[in-house]
């Protein structure tokens, strides 16, 4: 039986454990951030009354890039609220650089560095779809990997804060719930969105 402490080593070897980690963690948090998105869209429409079906019929069926814009159009014809409006566009925009860095990260492949690559970085490569196809080149340190992660996550508990407020904002203070009174009054702060995580062609 395996020593589960080094596996999969030695039968083959995916990269340092701790850039292993940190990729499991933006991977499982993303789907977190993906999945409270989602419920902005969702929560909006079934506020202004607009059926359940409507609602997953319209949005679902839209490419991850045009149920962005559909959220942000929605929230714009219902909401006079600028703040609240900013609010949601604000995180919208941090969700794709979130996007953007997951699939960069999960679509790319485990590239062996050259002589004198780094032993402390993850080398990785990931080629454009469309022909001549090309390749994208990027590396990982674990501290940049889990700054993603760490990125993700506020996007996470920026969009849940989002939705306790388009939840409770017209409910009378002494009705909302005592785990969501913080977050009923108004919503958060916008948040800062990092550079675009750039490729390289190189390796």
């Known amino acids: 039986m395996e020593d589960e402490d080094t596996w999969p080593l030695p039968r083959y070897n995916p990269g340092s454990r701790d850039h292993l980690h940190a990729l499991g963690v933006i991977s499982i948090t993303f789907a ?5 998105i989602d419920s902005l869209y969702r929560q909006r429409g079934w506020i202004a009354g607009i059926p359940d079906e409507q609602l997953e019929a319209d ?21 006079k609220d600028l703040v609240f409006v900013k609010a949601v566009e604000n995180v919208l ?30 080398y990785m ?6 022909p001549p196809r ?7 340190t674990v501290a940049r990997l ?23 904002r017209n409910t009378p ?21 990092p550079e675009k995580l750039k490729t390289s062609d190189k390796p």
């Open 125 to 130: 490569v990931k080629w454009t779809k469309a």
């Open 93 to 122: 925009d941090f969700y794709n650089w979130c996007r953007d860095c997951r699939n960069i990260i999960v679509h790319s492949e485990r590239y062996p560095p050259a002589f004198g690559g780094k032993q402390d970085e993850l």
């Open 134 to 140: 090309k390749a994208q080149y990027v590396r990982f």
């Open 59 to 79: 949005y679902f069926n839209l490419t991850e890039e045009d149920r962005v814009r559909a959220t942000k159009a929605l929230v714009r014809k219902l909401d």
């Open 173 to 193: 203070p002494e009705d909302v719930p005592s785990p969501y009174k913080p977050y009923a009054s108004k919503p958060p702060k916008p948040l800062k969105i």
């Open 32 to 36: 977190n951030l993906q999945a409270s």
């Open 146 to 168: 889990r700054s993603i992660a760490d990125h993700i996550r506020a996007g996470v508990v920026q969009s849940a804060e989002i939705n306790i407020y388009m939840r409770f």
